[in-house]
């Protein structure tokens, strides 16, 4: 477990080892949640990684089916 401070500026660097791990790069954008006293990143999937996840559905898939499978 790696442990990081808390900047005057509230920035914190994600150490390289789990940079590495997770394939995380600068620029990258994450949601910010505040959960049970602590505090999660989550990488925000962008367009390009969600491309074709829905291949072989079909047009007739309605919505309320389509989210499910999100």
Do not use: C, H, Y
Request: hydrophobic share 45%.
């Amino acid at each position: 477990m790696n442990a990081v401070t808390l900047s005057s500026k509230f920035q914190v660097v994600i150490p390289q080892a789990v940079r590495e791990r997770l394939g995380l790069q600068p620029g990258q954008q994450f949601q910010v949640v505040a959960l049970e006293g602590r505090v999660e990143l989550i990488p925000v999937e962008s367009v390009q990684s969600l491309r074709g996840f829905m291949k072989g559905a079909g047009a007739n898939v309605g919505r309320e089916k389509a989210d499910r499978l999100l």
